[in-house]
């Protein structure tokens, strides 16, 4: 059973409009979560993450909220803009810190911007 | 070169052939990872080495054979594979294998059994 959800396979948005990707999980041991991003033909990239004593964690036009009662989070890229058109994937750990670090990651969620 | 690398970026192959793909990472990193990607589904993770030693294997059949001779180089060796073993093949890795490690990707390989 997967433990990492991401429900929407794809979303579209306007230019300049607020973008909100989703993901739940189910797993209650994850105490960190990751946004990657991916563009075709190249692995995936890195973006922004949050540590499950924190609730937001912001990073210029991205920032992640993380609601830990509802195993919750999202990832809202505001304005978005045409070069966010992507495959976002969430994933998590648990353990921070600790000697396992395996990432469970999600089906992911293709973003597409429109001009 | 940057980051990780992974060689080829496509790769076509009978079932009765053996191939190897190739990943090297310039980032000084510890840990080395390979994940498989098929379609509409997510990242399944296949194997982790720390420090060159295998310290994981997600159940894996034995018709991929990963090999790790120093911690820059991680290989995935591949013999009598199946059509379902179609996908895009991942490398990765991190500074170490601890819990919420940041992990590098590389492009992947793109592979098609046919």
């Known amino acids: 059973d997967q433990q990492v959800k991401q429900n929407s396979p794809s979303l579209s948005v306007q230019e300049g409009r607020i973008s909100i990707l989703n993901c739940d999980y189910t797993?209650?041991?994850?105490?960190?979560f990751l946004w990657y991003k991916k563009y075709p033909a190249e692995g995936p990239t890195f973006l922004i993450s949050?540590?499950?004593?924190?609730d937001k964690n912001e990073d210029g036009r991205f920032t992640v909220f993380l609601n830990k009662s509802a195993k919750h989070l999202s990832l809202h890229i505001v304005p978005s803009q045409p070069g966010d058109s992507a495959v976002y994937f969430c994933?998590?750990?648990?353990?921070?810190?600790?000697?396992?670090?395996?990432?469970?990651f999600g089906k992911g969620t293709k973003l597409s911007v429109k001009p | 070169e940057t980051g990780v690398t992974q060689t080829p970026r496509h790769l076509v192959m009978g079932m009765t052939n053996k191939k190897s793909l190739k990943c090297e990472q310039h980032?000084?990193?510890?840990?080395m990872y390979w994940y498989k990607q098929s379609a509409k589904k997510p990242l399944e993770l296949m194997f982790v080495?720390?420090?060159?030693?295998?310290?994981e294997n997600n159940s894996v059949p034995s018709r991929f054979s990963p090999e790790c001779p120093n911690s820059s180089h991680l290989f995935l060796h591949l013999h009598t594979l199946q059509p379902e073993d179609s996908a895009l093949y991942l490398c990765?890795?991190?500074?170490?294998?601890?819990?919420?490690?940041?992990?590098?990707f590389g492009p992947g390989t793109r592979l098609t059994v046919l």
């Open positions: 990765a890795s991190s500074l170490e294998v601890a819990g919420g490690r940041e992990q590098f």
């Open positions: 797993n209650s041991m994850f105490d960190y």
């Open positions: 949050i540590s499950s004593i924190k």
């Open positions: 994933a998590a750990s648990e353990n921070y810190g600790g000697s396992q670090g395996n990432l469970i």
């Open positions: 980032l000084g990193h510890n840990a």
């Open positions: 080495y720390s420090l060159e030693e295998r310290v």
